[in-house]
Structures are given as C-alpha cells and as structure tokens.
C-alpha cells in the first residue's frame, strides 16, 4: 500500500484531497499547523468515509 504525506490536510482543500486518497485505498500521513484550521477535520473525514461504506 502506498503512503502519502499531505501538508495542510485538516484545511478545506487538503481535508478533501484526503477524502479522495483514502477512498483510493492511500495510507495517509497529515501535517497541519492548524491556523486556519481544525483538527476535529480529521474526525470529521473519518465519519465521512464511515457513511460511505
């Protein structure tokens, strides 16, 4: 299985990039600073996929 790093991956765009490597079968590995952000985005991504399933 392949590992990916995403930067900025609790923001907007890079919480959706996530959405879309993970639904692709990607291991991820997410850096934010959380600025701009949240880290409750990362939760939120995990429920997401769930309701998919």
Do not use: A, P, W
């Not at 600073?33 to 309701?51: D, G, Q, T």
Request: glycine share 10%; hydrophobic share 35%; charged share 20%.
């Amino acid at each position: 299985m392949n590992n990916i790093l995403v930067t900025g991956g609790t923001g907007f765009i890079g919480s959706h990039t996530c959405i879309n490597l993970l639904e692709q079968g990607y291991e991820l590995t997410v850096i934010d600073s959380n600025i701009n952000s949240s880290s409750l985005s990362l939760e939120r991504i995990k429920e997401i996929l769930k309701k998919k399933k």
